[in-house]
């Protein structure tokens, strides 16, 4: 793949593939947190069974009518399966009501 020059020189290549998905626009940020339902998603990697416990208990501190959909009840979305999971996650997520979503934590 690299090519040595007789000066030095040599041409190296990008690694990455070409980008699948084209960028969309991110949607509205809501204004609070009062009131809403949030979803917790976790891809089963670095600890975000504490770290979640932790987030839910903080917010839930600041906004106590905020209510949680738990990484436990929407499960693992990776894996062997993760395309059909992930494409099913909206609809799950509007099954649920949930407003926002908070993602993580990966290694």
Do not use: C
Request: charged share 30%.
């Amino acid at each position: 793949m690299n090519q040595l020059s007789d000066d030095g020189d040599f041409k190296a290549f990008w690694p990455r593939g070409m980008r699948q998905v084209a960028v969309k626009d991110l949607a509205p940020r809501l204004k609070s947190l009062r009131g809403r339902r949030v979803a917790l998603l976790w891809d089963y990697l670095f600890r975000g069974d504490e770290i979640f416990d932790i987030v839910e208990q903080q917010l839930h501190q600041q906004f106590p009518d905020m209510s949680f959909v738990g990484w436990r009840e929407i499960d693992n979305i990776h894996g062997n399966d993760e395309r059909k999971l992930v494409a099913a996650l909206p609809g799950r997520l509007r099954a649920a009501g949930v407003d926002a979503v908070i993602t993580a934590v990966a290694a």
